[in-house]
């Protein structure tokens, strides 16, 4: 996803095994959906890497500093590019936790409203 016009994914690294059988889908899709994918998106470095003995996945820098990493094993190439797009889309930022359900700036003095309100 861009932020105020600039993507968030600097790159991504796609790892995976030239010999086990979790990788199969992603070797599929480095040989049909990688090069549409890198003609579609030329403002990602786009990186293959060969680790052997090891489950395939797929790794996201962003400009923040942080990154993520999904596990693709066993998954079809379709499956490799949604992750990879939603990779992507991503703005980077670490999951955090809300602590209610209602955010709010100026939190009401009565109490939150909910349906089980006895008269």
Known sequence: MALRGVWQLKKLIVSYCDWGGSSRGIRAFMESELPTFKEKNPQLEVVTELIRGQHPHLKG?????????????????????LHATRLRNALGRK???LKTRHVTKHPSVQGTWTTDVKF
């Open 61 to 81: 820098f962003y400009k923040n500093k942080n990154e993520r990493v999904v596990c693709v094993k066993n998954m079809s190439p379709e499956d490799i590019v």
């Open 95 to 97: 999951v955090m936790k």
